[in-house]
């Protein structure tokens, strides 16, 4: 990988050039909630001003530039007794601006799933290929803990990858499109006072970090499969699946079929889903297989944490905690790991 190092003002010009030739996401303040912290999301933007490198968090992921919520896989028109198929990738280009590390390692997990050799999706890998990701290191926020799962730092998955060092960035480049962009701006050669800078960042970030104990945690959920620890929990979900919407990897969906009252056109529509939600199990006939909330919490949990860990060696979830700020409930992995582990223990 190679290392430049670019004053704000010149990564500012950088910004700027896109903004005339593609569509600009980045993180952006909307308001404050109740206890007067900013509220941040990932919109469109038209000029710098409106963009926030220093946000802690946003309230949803920018997995919906990817995997939108509801999107149309194709749509149908019938004519004359015959009839016509339309499928449409997204192909305008983006730029993708201020994405932390665990939103990276995010899109990485959605990579071996919808991106696979086998079965990939075109929709998510048009999206993916088409979109300029500029990376940006951040301090812990709030009730994460994305260095427990391994998501707080990244060395792939992006284009240019920043850390604040006052009023210059530390970038890594990671591809051949990185490159070509940062050298449309002034950027110069890392010395050794950049790489000790970058160090102490580094450091200073890591510190504010806190402990989760998480080893052997799929063995331990095996063992822990019967216990009340669910039935604790489950008796708190609303089963409305929050959770999932702003989880920046959830990607079970359901597909509909809208038919015109004519029947003359008709779409195929693909909408995510959540596992929480009480018909999400249910088959033909009317059995359902997960009828109660606790059991549906067990099973997302058991996703994230076991069943992704065994097939990708990586659990799915990367510690952003987005659900248990959502939840309604105050339902958060944390606890729920941390109420296992004590099982485990007595």
Not at 168 to 197: H, K, P
Request: charged share 25%; proline share 5%.
């Amino acid at each position: 990988m190679l290392f430049r190092t670019v004053l704000k003002e010149e990564f500012n010009r950088l910004i700027d050039i896109f903004l005339s030739s593609h569509e600009v996401i980045a993180p952006k303040r909307i308001d404050v909630d109740r206890d007067g912290k900013p509220v941040h999301q990932f919109l469109p933007v038209s000029s710098i001003d409106e963009i926030d490198l220093g946000y802690e968090t946003t309230e949803y992921s920018a997995k919906t530039y990817f995997l939108p919520f509801k999107e149309t896989l194709s749509s149908f028109c019938y004519e004359d007794g015959d009839w016509e198929q339309e499928i449409k990738y997204r192909l305008m280009p983006r730029f993708l601006v201020g994405l932390h590390p665990c939103d990276i390692n995010a899109l990485l997990k959605l990579d071996k799933v919808l991106a696979r050799d086998y079965f990939p999706s075109p929709y998510y890998i048009s999206r993916r290929k088409n979109t300029f990701i500029v990376g940006i290191d951040h301090e812990p926020c709030e009730g994460g803990f994305c260095r427990a799962v391994g998501a707080d730092t990244v060395t792939h998955g992006f284009d240019l990858f920043l850390t604040d060092l006052g009023d210059r960035y530390f970038v890594a480049i990671n591809s051949d499109r990185g490159y070509n962009a940062l050298n449309r701006v002034q950027c110069r050669e890392v010395t050794e006072q950049d790489n000790q800078d970058y160090l102490h960042a580094r450091a200073q970030i890591a510190q504010g970090h806190k402990d989760l104990p998480i080893h052997n945690l799929p063995n331990l959920m095996d063992i822990e499969f019967e216990s009340p620890v669910w039935d604790q929990w489950g008796a708190k979900c609303l089963g409305c699946g929050s959770c999932a919407q702003v989880c920046p990897t959830c990607y079970c969906y359901g597909v509909k079929e809208d038919v015109s009252m004519d029947h003359t056109r008709s779409e195929k529509k693909k909408i995510l889903y959540s596992c929480c939600i009480k018909d999400f199990a249910e088959v033909a006939g009317g059995h359902n297989f997960r009828p109660d909330r606790a059991t549906r919490l067990k099973y997302r949990y058991y996703h994230q944490h076991r069943g992704f860990a065994e097939s990708y060696e990586s659990p799915m979830c990367v510690g952003c905690n987005r659900c248990g700020r959502a939840c309604l409930a105050g339902i958060n992995p944390p606890d729920i790991i941390r109420d296992l582990q004590e099982e485990g223990t007595v």
